[in-house]
């Protein structure tokens, strides 16, 4: 694959990652934004309002939401005015989020999970809007309706659980992916997925086979950003962390072609070990 302008387009041989400074962070913040950005969805959290018929003003009241991320990792959600939550917000912005990161663990208690504490915002931005409907494409039709926005979550702070004695309270600035590079990324983005999945559908097969161990054939890419790329197939969600920083198009090119070439790496390996004689 090579870079052509904001595209992608086939091509022979290797691609060097970026530079070694661009290697992801290994802090709790960083570990708490790949949480964050392998969930599709929360539990959402809001006070609810003095005119609540079901409960008393100022309660917490837990709902589930569908989640989507923006680039630097600042929650997007969908929510209508119709719903209990939305209303709360509207009355008191202050909310919560809990990311699971427990699924599938044999000791849900040892696996990560992370609380966001923010403000909800509605967010009128179309990239965020998009960014959530490629991600949950089964709510645009809904997503038009006059009663649903979509709102981000300012983060004013995180804690983090990745396990037994491993508990984080978390900054702002420390959980959220600030770069100013990064917002050329996001602006090539829709065209870089689009590519992928149209030119390249192999290499996102190959992403959720032989990366994550993942069945089924009809993956698609659904989004990209600086430190990695989801996946999609039917109802189930999956998240392909890149080595490296990829700041622009081209280092985004850069680390999907690497990976590409580490998931033949491991079919190959794969096959070699099935074919050898028992010892």
């Known amino acids: 694959m090579q870079m052509n302008g904001s595209a992608l387009t086939p091509s022979g041989g290797d691609a060097s990652g970026p530079s070694e400074g661009d290697k992801p962070a290994t802090g709790p913040g960083a570990l708490a934004r790949r949480v964050m950005r392998a969930c599709d969805r929360a539990v959402l959290a809001t ?33 209508s005015t119709l719903a209990d939550h939305t209303k709360n917000v509207l009355a008191d912005a202050r909310v919560g989020l809990l990311f699971d990161g427990t699924v599938g663990l044999d000791e849900p208690l040892t696996g990560p999970r992370v ?20 991600r949950h494409p089964s709510a645009t039709m809904f ?30 600035d420390d959980l959220l992916f600030t770069s100013s590079a990064s917002h050329s990324l996001a602006n090539v983005e829709g065209d870089i997925v689009a590519h992928m999945n149209q030119d390249h559908a192999d290499a996102v097969r190959l992403y959720a086979q032989a990366l994550l161990g993942l069945a089924g054939s009809d ?35 850069a680390e999907l072609v690497r990976l590409v070439h580490k998931a033949r790496r491991q079919l190959e390996d794969g096959a070699e070990a099935a074919a050898a004689p028992p010892e």
């Open 143 to 172: 997503a038009g309706f006059a009663d649903f926005a979509i709102y981000r979550v300012a983060v004013e702070s995180a804690h983090l659980v990745a396990g037994f004695g491993r508990i984080h309270w978390i900054k702002p």
């Open 47 to 79: 006070a609810l309002r003095p005119d609540t018929a079901g409960g008393e003003a100022g309660w917490p009241y837990p709902s589930l939401v569908m989640v989507a991320l923006d680039h630097d990792a600042t929650p997007l959600i969908l929510i």
């Open 219 to 253: 993956w698609r890419m659904i989004g990209l950003d600086p430190e990695g790329c989801d996946l999609r197939r039917g109802g189930v969600v999956a998240r392909v962390n890149f080595e490296r920083i990829a700041r622009d198009a081209e280092s985004a090119r």
């Open 115 to 134: 609380s966001v504490l923010g403000r909800a915002v509605r967010s009128d931005e179309p990239r965020h809007r998009a960014r959530y409907l490629a």
